[in-house]
């Protein structure tokens, strides 16, 4: 009989020590956003799982569809989506659906600005909660947001205080903290998109990159506006980007800008800028 | 942008709109070979619009020919002609970006 490997959809809970991860997560379960979840706080405990459990574990068995994997603070999520990727039983197992990232509101700015694994962490994810809203002061809560839109300007960010959502302070335009590039050897690119840029060049440069450094790659993720609304483009380990219109509900946090987020490592930012200005160049210069 | 469809030329599938029609693909392609002549010139790869419908027909010095019909069998097939993954990231590429700059 062929064994069952549709995966499991997987959410990633990180975020640095303290910031509030089990409260939010409990919270959350709590109201039911989870349901039909096992939640592990350790890809270990979770691969013993589903050893032990095999096809009888596998989503379409109803039981379990959902694993959440709450991490250790210290830890890099782009570790963990590595370590999924290049282990052949888990990553038939497991499809990384989304890394939700917990930011400390009163000391995030702190911990971003001294704390290189705080900035991965940041950069790789798809959604961040920030958390104590309720002690935290208005102002350091705007350069906070600032300084999250600056370092991921594609993962819509919502405001929590004891684990519930609450909206943030109203804030005037303040601008982010300057940040290295490189987090714990991770290098995190951002490039703006705009309307009149040229996006055959893109593609064909990001196609390029993905194909040569793919193992490097460890996401891509931007935001581009559109008539039918935001379009957002992913890839990952090597794969195709692939595109999606993100329906009017779900757009509520995402930044204003457009642009396209490069997290990998084995590179230089400064490389890839120049690259993909190349690309772009080579259609003004030839046309 | 595509002025038939408004969106990214290249993501204009994306939005589950009717496929862009044959001027939407010939404009695509026409810009994909302007770029890649540029690109693949320190390789010394010619770069044509093939016969075939929407296809590019890539020739190395030595004579080797292939027609890539879209951008997913592109790259593989630059590989095979140039014996490497062509590498984006190379010094042909970003000092001469950084000297345009």
């Not at chain 1, 499809?95 to 009163?106: K, L, M, S, T, Y």
């Not at chain 1, 694994?117 to 809560?141: H, K, N």
């Not at chain 1, 519930?164 to 601008?175: K, T, Y």
């Not at chain 1, 380990?237 to 509900?249: C, D, W, Y």
Request: net charge neutral; charged share 20%; proline share 6%.
């Amino acid at each position: 009989m062929k064994a069952d490997i549709s995966p499991f959809r997987l959410t990633i809970i990180s975020g640095y020590p303290g910031a509030g991860k089990t409260t939010w997560l409990r919270r959350q379960i709590r109201e039911g956003v989870f349901r039909s979840h096992l939640l592990f706080e350790d890809l270990e405990r979770m691969r013993a799982w589903l050893t032990e459990k095999g096809a009888a574990a596998a989503p379409r068995n109803k039981q379990v569809n959902h694993l959440v994997l709450e991490t250790n603070g210290l830890s890099s999520p782009a570790e963990i989506v590595e370590a999924i990727h290049g282990d052949g039983f888990l990553s038939s197992h497991l499809r990384v659906a989304e890394i939700v990232v917990v930011v400390d509101g009163e000391a995030g700015l702190r911990r971003l600005a001294s704390e290189a694994v705080c900035r991965a962490q940041v950069a790789m994810a798809d959604c961040v909660i920030v958390t104590r809203l309720d002690a935290a002061g208005p102002e350091t809560v705007a350069v906070l947001l600032a300084t999250l839109s600056a370092l991921n300007p594609v993962a819509p960010i919502f405001g929590s205080a004891r684990g519930a959502e609450v909206a943030f302070p109203p804030h005037g335009d303040v601008g982010p903290i300057a940040l290295p590039q490189e987090a714990g050897g991770i290098v995190i690119v951002t490039l703006p998109l705009n309307a009149t840029m040229n996006w055959t060049a893109l593609e064909l440069w990001l196609l390029a990159l993905l194909h040569a450094h793919g193992p490097n790659v460890l996401r891509v993720k931007g935001l581009a506006s559109g008539p039918d609304g935001r379009l957002m483009v992913r890839a990952a380990n090597g794969q195709p980007p692939q595109t999606v219109i993100v329906p009017a509900e779900a757009q509520a946090g995402l930044a204003d800008k457009d642009s396209i987020v490069i997290v990998g490592r084995g590179f230089r930012a400064e490389d890839l800028k120049r690259s993909l200005s190349y690309f772009l160049d080579a259609d003004a210069q030839t046309s | 942008m595509c002025s038939r469809c408004g969106l990214p030329l290249v993501w204009a599938g994306a939005s589950g709109r009717e496929a862009p029609d044959a001027q939407h693909d010939e404009g695509v392609l026409r810009r994909r070979v302007r770029i890649l002549k540029k690109v693949l010139q320190p390789h010394g790869i010619k770069v044509e619009t093939s016969v075939l419908a929407s296809a590019i027909r890539l020739t190395s010095p030595n004579g080797e020919t292939f027609a890539a019909s879209g951008t997913q069998d592109l790259w593989p097939l630059v590989e095979r002609l140039i014996g490497a993954p062509l590498d984006p990231l190379a010094p042909c590429y970003t000092t001469a970006a950084a000297s345009l700059g």
